[in-house]
T-cell receptor, first 117, second 111 residues
């Protein structure tokens, strides 16, 4: 079964350092997403990406964050200068085009746990 | 008002019983509704999607949607210990591709 692959599974970094989280979406999917989940809290939307540009972003996705699709397979999330409150699990997701009966369904990767010290 | 609200639980049911999970949403224009299951430390895993009013059944799971009441529910019949997890309600608003998640309901099935 096709899956979304994320690396690294866990990253520990010092406050103020740059972090890049990587994702390989399902190959025929067209929409890509980043979500985050702070421990014990809900899954929060960060950004969606379609046709090589950001299609939507939340208020969490400020200037410290950026996304990129550097080649035909990878989708990355960069945090320029990490803060303690960026510690969370970051999930990448992808989806195809919706069917006539309903919306496109998101498939999530296993997540990248970011710990900022 | 929160986008998506769920009864936070925790909910405990004995093995073999029916577990009932509820969700309400604020955007009346929302079109698509999803239930995800999340085991501790793992990613959300899709259980059911529902787009039309009424019931949708898949094995032991039944999703119910009432757009007039802005209400979605998930019933799990013959609950098993392996169903113990947090269940996330997710809603796709009109003119958006992303999902808004509720805080989740933690379900424990007691053997």
């Amino acid at each position: 079964e096709p899956e979304v692959t994320q690396t690294p599974s866990h990253q520990v970094t010092q406050m103020g350092q740059e972090v890049i989280l990587r994702c390989v979406p399902i190959s025929n999917h067209l929409y890509f997403y980043w979500y985050r989940q702070i421990l014990g809290q809900k899954v929060e939307f960060l950004v969606s990406f379609y046709n090589n540009e950001i299609s939507e972003k939340s208020e969490i996705f400020d200037d410290q964050f950026s996304v990129e699709r550097p080649d035909g397979s990878n989708f990355t999330l960069k945090i320029r200068s990490t803060k303690l409150e960026d510690s969370a699990m970051y999930f990448c997701a992808s989806s195809g085009i919706g069917t006539p009966s309903g919306a496109n369904v998101l498939t999530f990767g296993a997540g990248s746990r970011l710990t900022v010290l | 008002q929160k986008e998506v609200e769920q009864n936070s639980g925790p909910l405990s049911v004995p093995e073999g019983a029916i577990a009932s999970l509820n969700c309400t949403y604020s955007d009346r224009g929302s079109q698509s509704f999803f239930w995800y299951r999340q085991y501790s430390g793992k990613s959300p895993e899709l259980i059911m999607s529902i787009y039309s009013n009424g019931d949708k059944e898949d094995g032991r799971f039944t999703a119910q949607l009432n757009k007039a009441s802005q209400y979605v529910s998930l019933l799990i019949r013959d609950s098993q210990p392996s169903d113990s997890a947090t269940y996330l309600c997710a809603v796709k608003r009109a003119k958006a591709n992303n999902l808004f998640f509720g805080t989740g309901t933690r379900l424990t099935v007691i053997p």
